[in-house]
């Protein structure tokens, strides 16, 4: 089930918030578990187990290292072992179809194609166990003393299939001590229609101009290409900002407070800057679990250039089963490496429109190297964004560009803190109340529309 | 002072209140609002509530079907879509739904896919013009856009019929096909005033037809019905398919004609509809009742069947056979007054194979009548072969 359906607006989340609020305290996070499961099996039920699985054997897991504090071989022992089944099963299900694959290049090598379909979330719950084990191993994070707060914890609706990946330690005490109140709720239901319209009203209709373009990629042109690429620009940041906003706002309905997962990636002024301000819970996962572990920055320039690689490789891995993917991270890793060591000095002193130019320039053919899973596609894209033998502009694409033109104007708009920061100028005034409801009501109404109107609405971040 | 200060203490919450009521109400409405089974403007069965069993849970095809039900069965569901529509073209998005909203009341449809289906039924009516004795003429119909240039938004794609009857009245040239070239009587029509399309459907009107027919007398050198023979019946209230798949609901009906030849009765006319083993006989090519729908353009030999038979053995001319869409139906009446027989085949349905009507009937003519955008997307014709 996705946020951004009917069946979630108008039935589960309905159903769900009244039922919470009616159960007493102390069966909230029992109800929350089985309400999570019922969530999460709606469209596959028999992946559920597979989820209370990894549920199970992480608590099982964490009690383990927990006990065996003291001695230091079997806490490690015990921590290896989660992770390795934690790694092993995402493995087994997302990237048995990569590696078969690969290996049947091999021309004395003919293994048949397992069709194993990737459960959803399963990349952010397993990511989210296994910061709990190894917070537990690390005495960052107190052992959950009860399996039903833990599953609640990895189950979680809000963030079960999308992000934010929230580590145990950021949530452990609301698990057991949250109050919900009115306050928090309304801050709540605003952040949700927040994502809600970024979903809907931006990233729904950006998907829709990108796979128009890019239906039509001989006659585009270099504009026309361009803009295909721009509008997905747009639609992978409203779509999984939204995401990560819907679950924030539905997150503060049920009382909990997740931290902010994006911070207006597209004003970075440096790569480096970029992945400080997206998808943050992901990139600081990576560093607190594989980077630092690994030595960081710690052990000299060539080992910290090979750990970023790693890391950025995995960060590719992570993001889907295809060489696209990690091509795409190890872009980013080269594309950090070069700040550190060289490019840094310079850009720092460059203009700010240059610097900002220049990370938008970076991310946008990032999003190429995303977009095409088809190597030979992407080799085509690259050369129809610089070929002025295709023509300028094609009829088509320019048509499209004229009837999104408004909405892309509103995109850029909104990828800035400028509604933000005018919003917190009068978030204190006595009839905020006004705009804040205008605004709920606005975008209940179209979104709900367009949500009728398109049945299909698949979400981007599925894959992951 | 006190009391103010109170009021906006609660008034914050607001947003959140109306979110719930919302969300609530609209989950108690969508409990009682009767469920309906058909969609008359989408023209398909809406999904009713899915089987419960302990499988169909399990392998999540409850899960599935349940959501289908729910955006099928939502309340009001026709004032969404409409809004959606219009909240799209005001934000300058003209066509988001595969329909212009043009100038006078028009709503066309945007150009097919240049990657279509043209050259190959092209070649599949060639191929079977090389399989049969029997002289072969083609009519395309030009797209509503095509030909109302003026009313078209100012941010459109190309029509690109020109092309498209081009390289078919070429390939029909090198392969002894008449074919009837309408783009410039269409032209012309349409300059001097005449409405040859609906506003709210695909169709041609009445009068488009009547002036296609004209047009292909002419070439097959036989004496078009006068206009003065028949007696016209105006209906209003007609809502088409571009108003049905626009949502652009606020767009007025057009009214459809029926041009009557009062002498023509149930003594002369026969009409023989057969939709697999079964057959109808009827003694009008209008039928009435379709008048009561919003989409009346069925009220002409009642609207698409896999086989029809018209008879008129009032008229002097001998058989013709038609391979059509559903332009023709309100072409046959004007045709009958010429062919004592018209049997007319719709290859989406018809399932048997033509040559051998060809063979049995003997018609003295064949002519294959399509909507170039129809003939675009129409993947059946292929089968003639």
């Known amino acids: 089930m996705v946020f951004s359906s009917l069946v979630f607006l108008f039935a589960y989340l309905p159903i769900t918030l009244l039922a919470y609020y009616l159960v007493p305290r102390q069966g909230r996070n029992i109800f929350l578990f089985i309400i999570n499961l019922i969530f999460y099996g709606w469209g ?25 504090r003291s001695d230091e071989k079997k806490k490690k022992l015990f921590l290896i072992l989660t992770c ?42 397993t990511f989210q166990t296994m910061s709990y084990v190894i917070d537990v191993y690390r005495d ?36 057991t001590h949250r109050r919900e109140t009115i306050e928090q709720f309304t801050k709540g239901v605003l952040l949700f229609m927040v994502g809600l319209g970024k979903k809907v009203l931006i990233a729904n209709q950006m998907g829709t101009l990108t796979s128009a373009i890019f239906a039509t990629t001989d006659e585009n042109g270099v504009v026309g290409t361009w803009a ?58 990576f560093k607190e679990y594989v980077y630092i572990p690994l030595g960081g920055n710690r052990k000299g320039a060539k080992r910290q250039i090979i750990n970023l690689l790693v890391v950025w490789g995995l960060t590719g891995l992570w993001h889907g089963a295809a060489y696209n993917f990690i091509l795409w991270g190890l872009y980013y890793g080269l594309l950090l490496i070069l700040e550190k060591f060289v490019l840094k000095r310079f850009l720092e002193k460059l203009p700010s429109f240059i610097q900002h130019l220049y990370t938008l320039f970076a991310v946008i053919i990032g999003w190429g190297l995303f977009y095409f899973t088809d190597m030979s596609q992407l080799g085509e894209f690259f050369v129809d964004l610089f070929n002025f033998g295709n023509g300028i502009c094609g009829e088509q694409a320019f048509n499209l560009i004229l009837n999104y033109l408004p909405l892309l104007i509103v995109a850029a708009v909104a990828s800035t803190p400028i509604g933000a920061k005018l919003y917190a100028r009068i978030s204190g005034t006595k009839f905020i109340w006004i705009p804040e409801t205008l605004f709920c009501i606005v975008v209940l109404l179209i979104s709900t529309a367009s949500l009728v109107d398109q049945s299909y609405n698949p979400f981007l971040y599925f894959r992951f | 002072m006190y009391s103010k200060d109170n009021s906006s203490k609660y008034f914050k919450y607001l947003p959140a209140f109306v979110f719930l009521i919302f969300i609530f109400g609209m989950a108690v409405w969508f409990l009682f609002n009767p469920k309906s089974e058909y969609s008359s403007a989408e023209k398909r069965y809406l999904s009713e509530f899915p089987k419960v069993s302990a499988e169909s849970v399990l392998n999540g095809k409850f899960g599935t079907e349940f959501e289908s039900y729910f955006a099928d069965q939502f309340p009001s569901r026709s004032f969404w879509v409409g809004l959606n529509a219009y909240y799209n073209l005001d934000i300058g998005n003209n066509g988001a739904n595969g329909v212009y909203n043009c100038k006078n009341g028009y709503l066309i449809n945007k150009p097919v896919s240049t990657d279509n289906q043209i050259k190959k039924n092209t070649q599949a009516i060639i191929d079977f013009k090389n399989s049969v004795d ?21 941010v459109h794609n190309e029509y690109n019929d020109d092309e498209y009857f081009e390289s078919s009245s070429k390939a029909f040239a090198e392969n002894g096909i008449d074919f009837v070239d309408l783009r410039q009587t269409f032209k012309d029509a349409y300059k001097s005033g005449s409405q040859l399309y609906y506003k709210t459907d695909h169709h041609w009107t009445t009068l488009g037809a ?29 809502y088409g398919t571009t108003y049905s798949t626009s949502g652009f609901w606020f767009t007025q009906p057009d009214n459809i004609e029926i041009w009557n ?22 003694g009008s090519m209008y039928f009435y009742n379709h008048l009561k729908e919003d989409d009346k353009y069925p009220v002409f030999i009642d609207g698409n069947h896999a086989l029809t038979e018209i008879t008129n053995s009032n008229a002097d001319g001998g058989t013709i056979l038609l391979v059509k869409d559903s332009f023709s139906h309100s072409l046959v009446p004007f045709l009958a007054e010429n062919y004592s027989k018209i049997i007319l085949v719709d290859m989406r349905y018809y399932k048997s194979r033509v040559a051998r009507i060809v063979k049995e009937e003997n018609p003295e003519r064949i002519l294959f009548l399509y909507g170039i955008d129809n003939l675009a997307t129409d993947t059946d014709l292929v089968w003639i072969n």
């Not at chain 1, 992946?47 to 927990?66: E, H, K």
Request: proline residues 6%; hydrophobic residues 40%.
């Open chain 1, 44 to 68: 596959e039920p028999k992946l559920v187990l597979l989820m209370v699985f990894n549920i199970f054997f992480n608590y099982i897991g964490g009690y383990l290292v927990d006990k065996y």
């Open chain 2, 134 to 154: 029997t002289p072969v003429t083609a009519m395309f119909v030009p797209s509503t856009g095509y030909i109302a240039q003026d009313v078209l938004p100012s």
């Open chain 1, 228 to 285: 295909g690429i721009i509008a997905y620009t747009f639609q992978i940041y409203f779509d999984f900002s939204g995401y990560s906003d819907m679950a924030c706002g539905l997150g503060n309905m049920l009382g909990f407070e997740f931290l902010k997962n994006f911070n207006y990636p597209y004003i970075a002024r440096s790569i480096t800057d970029f992945w400080r301000r997206w998808h943050i819970s992901l990139s600081t996962w």
């Open chain 2, 261 to 282: 030849n009062p002498e023509n009765t149930d003594k002369n006319i026969n009409v023989k509809i057969t939709e697999g083993k079964n057959t109808e006989e009827y």
């Open chain 1, 140 to 175: 960052d994070a107190p052992v959950s003393k009860s399996f039903i707060n833990f599953g609640t914890y990895v189950a979680l609706f809000p963030q079960l299939i999308a992000g934010p990946i929230v580590r145990y330690r950021d949530v452990a005490y609301q698990l």
């Open chain 2, 210 to 238: 009547y002036t296609a027919y004209n047009e292909l007398c002419r070439q097959l050198d036989i004496t078009p019905a006068p206009k003065d023979k028949f007696k016209v019946e105006t209906y209003g209230g007609f």
């Open chain 1, 84 to 125: 390795v089944l934690d790694i092993g099963i995402l493995a087994v299900f997302k990237y048995t179809g990569m590696i078969t694959e690969t290996l049947n290049m091999l021309p004395f090598l003919n293994i048949p194609e397992l069709q194993i379909s990737l459960p959803i979330g399963i990349s952010f719950y």
